[in-house]
């Protein structure tokens, strides 16, 4: 009939255009898709470059002009920019300056140089282990409190941390270790020596060192009580010598492994040999030795 002829050609008509319906979603849900995943992606890409960013720091150096030999913080500055931090800007404080004494006040900061730091402190894993190991954060300003001698002492106006070393050399043995060799090795430990003097046995200032610290081995040295705030020399003195009365750092048991050195008590020259496993140890015959 003429009706059924008309639905059967709209039939086909709308037909047609399922397909092209069809394909207009599947276009439609692709490009919704490939958006979807650009903004994944440049989300991503958004993520790894602010998390490559350094972060931004600001420094505040406090400074004491009465101090010329304290120790320096451009190491940890240089650690900082190294691990993560971008020093956008460091400002330089005196510490008898209004500003200065107004920080001390607000920190509670009572040794020169201070270090305080401002700025994105969470941002790097690297930078907040470091600022946990050196110091505190107060009100997310990080303050600087493991200063390393020398220093200067704000509550005594002092200066801390400043070693005398005398070397006490063996006047009657020619064959014993160079004493002016602990020099270096002191100085390795990034201990800051303030006077160094070499004395010999045989003088009165030597003698009376020897019966003061009650020496028995020559050469050796001893370190002014200051050398107490050098951590990894007080860790390792117990192996090496004794704490005298007056808090001096009395090098002496630490004389054998020198090399070739005078048993004041045995008064024999003690010539180090090598032992089986590579070790220095006492020869078997030791020589006799002068008084010195």
Same mark, same amino acid.
């Given at each position: ?17 399922? &397909? ?129 001698? &020398? ?64 020496? &028995? ?13 050098? &951590? ?61």
């Amino acid at each position: 009939s003429l009706f059924n002829s008309m639905i059967k050609k709209r039939l086909t008509k709308y037909l047609w255009l399922a &397909p092209i319906g069809l394909l207009v979603i599947l276009v439609l849900y692709n490009n919704w898709q490939v958006g979807w995943l650009n903004v994944r992606v440049n989300q991503e890409k958004a993520k790894a470059k602010e998390e490559a960013r350094p972060a931004n720091l600001e420094v505040t150096l406090l400074q004491s002009a009465d101090c010329p030999l304290c120790s320096s913080l451009d190491p940890y500055l240089d650690y900082l920019e190294k691990n993560g931090g971008q020093l956008n800007k460091i400002n330089k404080v005196e510490v008898k300056s209004v500003e200065g004494q107004a920080l001390l006040e607000k920190y509670q900061i009572s040794k020169a140089p201070g270090l305080i730091i401002s700025g994105e402190l969470a941002k790097k894993e690297t930078l907040k282990k470091f600022f946990d190991a050196n110091g505190e954060i107060i009100d997310n300003i990080f303050v600087f409190r493991n200063v390393f001698p &020398p220093y200067y002492d704000l509550l005594n106006s002092s200066v801390k941390g400043l070693v005398n070393l005398t070397m006490i050399r063996d006047s009657a043995c020619t064959e014993c270790y160079d004493v002016s060799a602990h020099q270096k090795i002191i100085e390795n430990f990034g201990v800051k020596l303030n006077e160094v003097k070499e004395v010999l046995s045989n003088s009165a200032t030597g003698q009376a060192l020897i019966k003061q610290y009650q020496l &028995p081995y020559l050469p050796t040295i001893v370190l002014s009580p200051e050398i107490e705030l050098y &951590p990894q020399v007080r860790q390792l003195w117990p192996q090496l010598g004794k704490i005298s009365a007056d808090g001096s750092y009395v090098f002496t048991e630490g004389v054998k492994q020198m090399g070739v050195y005078h048993d004041l008590v045995s008064s024999k020259i003690i010539k180090p040999a090598s032992s089986a496993d590579g070790s220095a140890a006492p020869a078997n015959n030791p020589e006799p030795a002068n008084q010195p």
